[in-house]
């Protein structure tokens, strides 16, 4: 594939990444009250949160910082991507960088406008458009929104396991326990599945014979 096409094959995924994110967190922003949950099936729900961290709800710093990090963590993987385009890198590499960049980009439209562009109502009331300016933040403050939530199996420690509270990174006895338990959204979802991608390709290309 020519530098070209590689470039309009990156643009196009983030441009498609993009739209579909923030069309999926507008319906759920305007349609579901906060804290809300649609129970599509036993191991899949709509589970509508707001989180000011990183992919899954991870935290790191203060939010200014956050923003301004994930701001210059897409610049910098932009132009390693426009690099590596100019290197005649390979196509899936091409595809899972571009993938990595629409995903924070696309929490880092969250974190800029949605500040500004929607009240905050609190529950059972859903969210509105306001004029710009007039939401419940400031630029660079508001909330990353959340909804997909897959409690693929859930069980209860034995009660008599009490050997577990010992334990400090392990289940309590009884308790009741998800498997998993992160909500997420689709950007979040674009960048982990490129980047378990890049791995198991390069655990192929240069593990031992």
């Known amino acids: 594939m020519s530098r070209k096409h590689k470039s309009l094959l990156a643009t196009a995924i983030i441009l498609l990444v993009l739209i579909i994110d923030q069309c999926i967190k507008i319906w759920v922003k305007t349609h579901m009250y906060l804290g809300e949950s649609i129970h599509v099936a036993d191991w899949f729900q709509l589970h ?30 932009g132009y390693y991507t426009w690099k590596q385009i100019r290197q005649k890198a390979p196509t899936f590499l091409i595809v899972c960088l571009a993938l990595i960049i629409a995903g924070a980009a696309g929490n880092i439209i969250d974190c800029l ?79 982990s599945c490129s980047i378990i991608i890049l791995l198991i390709s390069y655990a192929f290309r240069y593990r031992k014979p």
């Open 48 to 77: 509508f949160i707001e989180n000011n961290g990183m992919a899954f709800g991870w935290e790191l710093g203060g939010k200014y910082f956050l923003t301004a990090f994930r701001i210059v963590v897409v610049s910098a993987i």
């Open 113 to 191: 406008f949605y500040g500004l562009i929607f009240n905050n109502p609190a529950p059972p009331q859903v969210a509105q458009f306001v004029p710009w300016g007039m939401g419940y933040s400031s630029v660079m403050l508001g909330r990353v929104v959340d909804m997909f939530y897959f409690p693929l199996v859930e069980w209860d420690m034995p009660q008599t396991w009490t050997w577990l509270d010992s334990i400090g990174f392990l289940p309590r006895a009884g308790e009741h326990c998800i498997f998993f338990s992160p909500i997420f959204n689709f950007a979040d979802a674009s960048i």
